[in-house]
């Protein structure tokens, strides 16, 4: 299974990265839709599509408005946004109200509620992250297979999530402060480097990708990836367009 990593930054995109997007091309499978989104097309290997957010911020779900660029080329014979249903109901009525974007997207919306069955015999689970305005992660399981997707949260070993994570060969997980910011990230909602380490270790994860990085720091690496190694080895820096298999 392959997991393209179309963009890896968080609020704005920068010279290096573009906001939140995640693909599963083989599985037609897309993690939220930030400025990365249009590169969704140079990937697109089915003619369904799954778009899962994990929230309504402006840096995850924007590239949403990309859609007609993104199947241009490619028509599909289905395209479904998920959601809480609450994050649905805002993107429609703000987002792509007519004021904002001119034409309704060729797209289903489905309120996540339970599991949801993914092609190839997998199931895509969703469960609540503490962040401002709510946020949801995402554990997705096949035969063989397994990765969790958590973005925007403070990461907490004590936190609820991880037993939702627990024994994932992957785990994608927000990292967009370096330790020296560590008050900021308590601020703010989001995870700082020595606290994802120790969660990806005591959940006993496979290997750790470190995603949504601070766009403010216009470096390769902007959180301390030998940090993180120190306590969990098998971690990398994501950066766009990196495909990680598992």
Not at 115 to 121: C, F, R, S
Not at 167 to 176: A, I, K, R, T
Request: net charge negative.
């Amino acid at each position: 299974m392959r997991l393209v990593l179309l963009g890896t930054t968080g609020y704005h995109p920068n010279e290096l990265r573009h906001t939140a997007c995640f693909m599963l091309p083989e599985a037609g499978i897309v993690l939220d839709a930030g400025t990365a989104f249009f590169r969704v097309r140079d990937w697109l290997a089915t003619d369904e599509l799954d778009v899962f957010l994990s929230h309504a911020h402006l840096d995850h779900v924007f590239g949403l408005s990309f859609l007609f660029d993104v199947l241009h080329e490619r028509p599909m014979r289905r395209v479904t946004v998920h959601a809480e249903a609450a994050k649905l109901a805002a993107i429609e009525r703000h987002l792509l109200d007519e004021l904002l974007f001119p034409v309704k997207l060729r797209c289903d919306y489905r309120a996540l509620s339970g599991p949801v069955a993914l092609a190839g015999g997998g199931k895509l689970t969703h469960f609540p992250l503490d962040h401002p305005g709510g946020a949801a992660g995402f554990r997705l399981d096949w035969p063989g297979h397994s990765m969790a997707y958590i973005t925007d949260t403070t990461a907490d070993i004590a936190a609820p999530y991880l037993e939702h994570i627990r024994g994932v060969d992957l785990l994608v997980h927000e990292c967009y402060f370096a330790d020296a910011l560590r008050q900021q990230a308590l601020l703010t909602g989001h995870s700082h480097t020595t606290p994802v380490a120790q969660v990806a270790r005591a959940a006993g994860v496979g290997r750790l990708v470190l995603v949504h990085l601070n766009p403010m720091i216009n470096e390769v690496d902007p959180v301390g990836l030998e940090v993180a190694r120190a306590i969990f080895p098998e971690t990398v820096l994501g950066t766009d367009e990196l495909v990680v298999e598992f």
